[in-house]
Nanobody, 127 residues
Framework: QVQLVESGGGSVQAGGSLRLSCARS????????MGWFRQAPGKEREGVAV???????SYGDSVKGRFTISQDGAENTLSLQMNSLKPEDTAMYYC?????????????????????RGQGTQVTVSS
């Protein structure tokens, strides 16, 4: 099992940037898919980005070119660099993890269904 704790949320004006972090602890022997999803009030959960066990990444269409997901070498910290933020990016952001399957690539839309998730961190973008 893994434990996930997010940090770095806050309030920013449109066009600004924020960097979210997710500290992972627990199982350090296995590889995991790591990703971010978000949920705004009254809306469905939305997969934002995912990083696979082989290091490849993919993004939801709404954040491509603006957000960057990364992981440190020890795979203990996951980050999400968010640039050119828009009011529609306002949401609770969650870090999530799923046990990696060799040769299988995860898509961003699957991240909300990952087995492990953190408590979330709020991001608010004002116009």
């Amino acid at each position: 099992q893994v434990q996930l704790v997010e940090s770095g949320g806050g309030s920013v004006q449109a066009g600004g940037s924020l960097r979210l972090s997710c500290a992972r602890s627990g199982d350090t022997r296995n590889k995991y898919y790591m990703g971010w999803f978000r949920q705004a009030p009254g809306k469905e959960r939305e997969g934002v980005a995912v990083i696979n066990g082989d290091g490849s990444t993919s993004y939801g269409d709404s954040v491509k070119g603006r957000f960057t997901i990364s992981q440190d070498g020890a795979e203990n910290t996951l980050s999400l660099q968010m640039n050119s933020l828009k009011p529609e990016d306002t949401a609770m952001y969650y870090c999530a993890a799923e046990l990696y399957e060799l040769g299988k690539t995860a898509a961003p839309f699957t991240v909300p269904d990952f087995s492990y998730r953190g408590q979330g961190t709020q991001v608010t973008v004002s116009s």
